[in-house]
């Protein structure tokens, strides 16, 4: 009788004991799969965060390029323009597939593409006054 207590005791102890190990091992997988997901966002987010970052870098380099010619009125100066007036609708159709899965960064999207070609329209403008020897006027 003694000995079958004990062996009760010491099978309910390791029933105990595996179903703390089950525990465990399955919170330990499952903080890990959520950890994985918080570093996919994470770099899902920096990746955002740069092509904004390239965005503006593209139209800073285009308004110094137009402000370079303008004052010089060397074409060599207009390498800079051309290339972020390539690259810019490339980089903002790139943001919005990145951010199509939030309806709130698109709407911030949406508003940005127009201030974009806004300001490569009045660049643009100035550039032309600026070959139609229109100095004063683009500058």
Excluded: C
């Excluded at 810019?88 to 990145?98: F, G, M, Y």
């Amino acid at each position: 009788m003694n000995w079958q207590m004990g062996n009760r005791l010491v099978l309910g102890g390791f029933a105990i004991a595996t179903a703390i190990l089950v525990f465990v091992g399955w919170q330990s997988y499952r903080n890990t799969t959520q950890f994985v997901e918080a570093a996919h966002w994470r770099d899902h987010t920096y990746e955002v965060l740069n092509s904004l970052d390239e965005t503006v870098g593209l139209l800073s380099d285009a308004e110094t390029g137009q402000r370079g010619y303008l004052l010089t009125g060397d074409e060599t100066y207009l390498q800079p323009y051309r290339a972020a007036i390539k690259s810019v609708d490339q980089i903002v159709a790139h943001l919005k597939n990145l951010t199509a899965d939030n309806p709130n960064q698109q709407k911030r999207i949406q508003a940005l593409a127009p201030l974009i070609e806004k300001k490569l329209a009045e660049m643009q403008s100035t550039v032309d006054l600026r070959r139609n020897k229109e100095v004063a006027a683009a500058t």
